[in-house]
């Protein structure tokens, strides 16, 4: 049973591009959450795809965008970067009918030159 | 105030010792919480859910919930130095499709 899967694993950028981070959930699961841990702090949360729309957002500018696919899978895109997006991104999944435990991925480093 | 609140540590115990680890959260609608542990470099780790008022124990873990006193905290018995890690308690919000609210962890070191 494969669990949830991130890429990639690491990615470095410079200020003001872009950049896209890919996240597959557990198998079962339909809703996908994006988390933002900067280095010393606990996850914040960025969104969350239920079937393929946007269901709930964390305080985070629009420069963060997300979509999901019809497999559940999702993409986390950032524009126009900042030092301070610097952070590891994490991916949990986890399935709308069941309890609300969340499974996390690898996560993506992602560094900002 | 933060809506969950862990003391950064570190905690040192003994091996063989019991580690006890505390969290307090501020919202009176919180519904789940969430032990995690996270090694260094790498993404959080699901060890307990505990729901409800009371105790829930898994081996040698063990979640104690008091939703009057807005605390819940992990026990951790006859630690082992690979339970060196950071600790992170998350609660989610009734209403908040799952949406995980963390403290900021709490970094255990067992020595030998």
């Known amino acids: 049973d494969a669990g949830v899967t991130q890429s990639p694993t690491h990615l470095i950028k410079t200020r003001g591009q872009q950049v896209t981070l890919r996240c597959s959930p557990k198998s079962g699961h339909d809703t996908v959450s994006w988390y933002q841990q900067a280095l010393g702090q606990g996850p914040q949360f960025i969104f969350q795809y239920y079937e393929e729309e946007e269901r709930q957002r964390g305080n985070f500018p629009d420069r963060f965008s997300g979509h999901q696919f019809p497999n559940y899978s999702s993409e986390l895109n950032v524009n126009a970067l900042l030092l301070g997006d610097s952070a590891l991104y994490l991916c949990?999944?986890?399935?709308?009918?069941?309890?609300?435990?969340?499974?996390f991925g690898p996560g993506t480093r992602l560094t900002v030159l | 105030q933060k809506e969950v609140e862990q003391n950064s540590g570190p905690l040192s115990v003994p091996e063989g010792a019991i580690a006890s680890l505390n969290c307090t959260y501020s919202?009176?609608?919180?519904?789940?919480f969430f032990w995690y542990r996270q090694y260094s470099g790498k993404s959080p780790e699901l060890i307990m859910s505990?729901?409800?008022?009371g105790d829930k124990e898994d081996g040698r873990f063990t979640a104690q919930l008091n939703k009057a006193s807005q605390y819940v905290s992990l026990l951790i018995r006859d630690s082992q130095p690979s339970d060196s890690a950071t600790y992170l308690c998350a609660v989610t919000i009734s209403g908040g499709y799952n949406k995980l609210i963390f403290g900021a962890g709490t970094r255990l070191a067992v020595h030998p």
């Open positions: 505990i729901y409800s008022n």
């Open positions: 919202d009176r609608v919180s519904q789940s």
């Open positions: 949990a999944s986890s399935w709308d009918r069941g309890t609300d435990t969340q499974y």
